[in-house]
């Protein structure tokens, strides 16, 4: 062991110990113009001075990416984050990845932004990478994908408090890490109030107003998580993650069959991922995981039908190992491959109609092979095999070429094809709701016939990716076709045959059953939906965020993205508006000196009318700001700071035309690091 | 102490009329090991293949003894003694033997600290040491090809090592670079020193300092270098295999050839050069760090090279 001798000298055993290795290749992340897809990173600072309160609207910022606070009235009143549109209320088009754990919700898809267990503050980076990447992430890594890491518990020693009010929303989050040499942890708890949008709400079109009591989607949220990194010997590191997530969301309108409700969500994770480094540079890692995702929630009836309840409760658990090689098999190339598994078990018994749990299996192989021809172009090939339980094995191959054509500069070419796996919900919904008036009937209000295939796409892009002194360009111009895509149709499963016309030529599998019911139950389905694999689209545009620093104080990044899509089944789903044809953001951020310190970012998104039968929502701007102010404190730092979002109190719907949010809101945040 | 002066007074006077009397070639070499194994043995594998290779001089028999086996040592004019390691180094000064003492694998502050007291520090013909220690103009000139452009070289120094801040900024000056020194008192203020140097460097050069550079704090002290953007230049392969981008440094067996070669030279009067910095040495680059950070690195033969020309003047 290295030891300081007496008086401070020390001998040679600084010079001979053996280190773990810290920044191993799975921790180092790819630079930029090396990267086989475009990819926007979020660092630590992005994330504070872009004043974001939920952590969906960090990616306000990244081109292409459409977020609204609410996604509607639909299973929660949480946030939407789409890539490239074909926005719906779950993004189920996208993979979101913390530190290597799928966090995309197996029920709907897409991800419950404000149930994962995770601080802001314990983030250290987020890639969003902007094209399809199954190669690397798997299916559902179909428009894009995000990737976030949280901090090495060896870089957050000791106490951390951040303490946040403002008007309808308050937070209180510490944490403190320990530990010392070969074993860190830290552990953060938080405590998260937000009474969310606005009481009152006036809905432009209907011309009327909306939710005269405060509006149902207060959040209580509290958290725990826990991480630890232990260096078992200078190769081998393991790490150990816990975390929990629970508390109250209201939820619902009052405006459907059924009273708004406070519903309890409780989730947690574990995680255990071991990592051996090999001679070269080289790395094998095994990854287990469990999540676990619960809410109860009981839906109460409305008039006439008062007294009746049903459990729209969900039990959720995943288990997911995944192994990892990471070697160059000669001085050019580098090879990724791997291979992982996993059980999705859930208990859904309203949505599924089973009392028991659904087991959905899921089985992969990968691999991505990195080869430098000249030391200025580098060949990305890369595929990945999946099976499912749902639609059997689809292989999906990437290929991408980097060239670096001046030192600076560099080109890309890439195409990949990835797919989207049906959620749970697509493929096995069945949705009633047993009435007993005026005679007992089961109303079906979703059906899902069953027989999908995977939605397909063929992303075709050609990048730019340029370093000039003080600014940093990303250019990319996109060619996305996507078949197959699953959208909802009418589907009467009491009577199949009456639905007819199916949706784009679609054949009924031989064995529906016809009236479902239990003996002396009558079966109603007129308005009932199921999921059909009926759409296909054309996505093309182009998208530019530029990174410049006029000073060493100063920072500015911009992000632009221009799409056009353009679909057959405009009928059936308005794909060609789902996607805001033009949205720039623009952020600002300077330091004075060095105490104080402020940031500007604007916003403007174009219309849109996302998918599922929603009003459209006219485009709009926004401009949000934070001025801060840096201190010591003792042996530590402070930061005092006053975020004011949509500062000049614009007034727009998001999504839908019944989501405003709310208008000019601030908050004070003070954050001390001891 | 007028007790210990008067017995180096009459100690030099003796070596002085000893010395012509038994001028003659070495009988043999004896090495002292500080511990068994790892870079000591292959200190002493190195140098006893060359000194068995009849090289300038006849071959040499070299005996090997543990640190436990001090003990049995006994005044052998005709024998050099060679110390491996700091212990070693310590054990044979104390013992005061009138054989000349050749450390090495010692850092630079060990040998002085050692040799300042046991009263050998003006006695440096018959106490020398190569050095561990990368002569500073040799680690600037890695920074100068590896990194060209990067001019800003953060230093973390601990108390104990303040007297080196001088050095560092005149080699920083001499390499056409600025040394931008940051003072680390305890462990507290590791970190936040750190990233301070940070916001005001372009690279960052490790000063072997265990108070600084230790298996509990290269985790914080890398993640948070990586996270900066920053390059940190290590000083040995463990260092480069960890995370830093490149370091230049002397593995066991160069030092034990720069010894085996030394001994080879001396002439008949046995009298050893002055202390001196490994003349051998290697570059060590982590391309994957260097790539990740949007750095292309020369490789390792061809910035080895470079640092050779450049080191050429040096010795």
Known sequence: MASAGENGTFSESVYLDEMPVVLSVSRLSQPVDEAPAAVTIIDRKMIRDSGAWDLAEIFRLVPGMYVAYHASNVYTTNSTVSYHGLSDAYAHRMQVLVDGRSVYSPLFGGVLWDDIPLALDDIERIEVIRGPNSASYGANSFLGVINITTRHSAETQGKFLSLSTGRGRGEAVARYGGGDGDFTWRMTAGLRNDAGEEARIFDPIKNDTKHEANKQDDKRIRQLTLRADYHLDVRDELELQFGYNGGMREEGFGTDSFYTRQKQVANNFQLVHWRRHLDAGGEVGVQFYHGYEESRDTLYAMPPYTGLSFNAGVEAHRYDLEVQHIFSPSEATRLVWGGSVRLDRTYWPLYLNRQNSFDFHLARLFGNLEWRVKPEVVVNMGAMAENNDFTGTDVTPRVAVNWHFSPGHTLRASHSRATRTPTLYEQEADNRYRVPLPAPYDWIVRYAVGGLKPERIKSTEIGYVGKFSRLDADFRLFHDELSDLISPHNYNPCNPTGTLPMPGGFVLPPNVPVGLTAPGVACYGVDSLGSFNNGSAVIKGFEMQLQWRPGERTRLIYGLSHAIVSSPNENEQPYTNSVPTNSHSLMLAHSFDAHWSGSLTGYHVGEVRALGGVQKVDAYERWDGRLAYRFRSGNGNGELALVVQNLFDARYFEYEAVNQPPGRTAWLNLKLDI | ?315
């Open chain 2, 1 to 315: 102490m007028h007790y210990w002066r008067f017995l180096s007074a009459l100690c030099l006077t003796l070596a002085m009329f000893c010395l012509p009397l038994t001028a003659a070639a070495l009988d043999g070499v004896t090495v002292v090991l500080s511990e068994e194994g790892g870079a000591y043995a292959q200190v002493v594998d190195k140098l006893r293949a060359v000194l068995s290779q009849n090289g300038g001089t006849a071959r040499l028999p070299v005996k090997v003894i543990a640190l436990k086996e001090g003990d049995s040592l006994r005044a052998d004019p005709g024998q050099l003694l060679v110390a491996v390691g700091t212990g070693a180094m310590e054990e044979l000064a104390q013992k005061n033997l009138p054989q000349p003492v050749l450390s090495v694998l010692v850092p630079r502050a060990a040998f002085e600290k050692t040799a300042r007291q046991n009263g050998r520090y003006g006695d440096p013909r018959n106490f020398s040491a190569i050095y561990l220690d990368q002569p500073w103009a040799r680690q600037f000139a890695l920074i100068r090809h590896a990194l060209p452009g990067r001019t800003k070289v953060g230093i973390l120094l601990a108390p104990n090592s303040t007297e080196l801040a001088t050095a560092l900024s005149a080699a920083a000056k001499a390499a056409g670079l600025v040394a931008i020194v940051g003072m680390v008192e305890g462990e507290a203020d590791l970190l936040p020193e750190l990233k301070r140097l940070l916001g005001e460097s372009d690279v960052i050069l490790a000063v072997p300092d265990p108070l600084i550079y230790n298996r509990n704090t290269v985790q914080s002290i890398l993640l948070t270098t990586y996270r900066h953007q920053v390059p940190l230049l290590g000083f040995s392969p463990s260092y480069v295999k960890a995370g830093a981008i490149a370091a230049v440094f002397s593995v066991p067996e160069q030092i034990g050839q720069q010894a085996a070669e030394m001994i080879q030279r001396l002439a008949a009067d046995r009298r050893l050069p002055l202390p001196q910095p490994p003349r051998y040495f290697s570059v060590g680059i982590n391309a994957q760090v260097a790539r990740s950070l949007g750095i292309s690195l020369d490789d390792e033969a061809s910035l080895n090279n470079k640092l050779k020309r450049a080191s050429e003047g040096e010795l």
